[in-house]
Nanobody
Framework: QVQLVESGGGVVQPGGSLTLSCSAS???????MGWYRQTPGNQRDLVAT????????YADSVKGRSAISEVSTPNNTVHLRIDDLKIEDTGVYYC????????????WGQGTQVTVSS
């Protein structure tokens, strides 16, 4: 069981920046790490993911103003930076990690709240 611990959430003013961090207890056979956002009454939506091969996917809403890092060692941490924050970026951000292929597994963190407000 992979444990994911997020940090970096909080209250940020519109136009500001923040960096979320997600540390995995292990990265053995993990192929994808990334972030999803959820608002009340809605499903979790993709924000950004990165594969071990370097492929990145971003939601249209954050393209051009966000960046997801490679997994850094030795702490197995991935960072998501979002600039020019908007009110609609508010939500609970969840870290996700996946083992693809046969024996697919998906792991989620507990979530961290991001509130963009003046």
């Amino acid at each position: 069981q992979v444990q994911l611990v997020e940090s970096g959430g909080g209250v940020v003013q519109p136009g500001g920046s923040l960096t979320l961090s997600c540390s995995a207890s292990e990265t053995f056979h993990l192929n994808v790490m990334g972030w999803y956002r959820q608002t009340p009454g809605n499903q979790r939506d993709l924000v950004a993911t990165r594969t071990t091969g370097g492929r990145t996917d971003y939601a249209d809403s954050v393209k051009g103003r966000s960046a997801i890092s490679e997994v850094s060692t030795p702490n197995n941490t991935v960072h998501l930076r979002i600039d020019d924050l908007k009110i609609e970026d508010t939500g609970v951000y969840y870290c996700v990690a996946r083992r693809l292929g046969v024996g697919f597994r998906e792991f989620w963190g507990q979530g961290t709240q991001v509130t963009v407000s003046s």
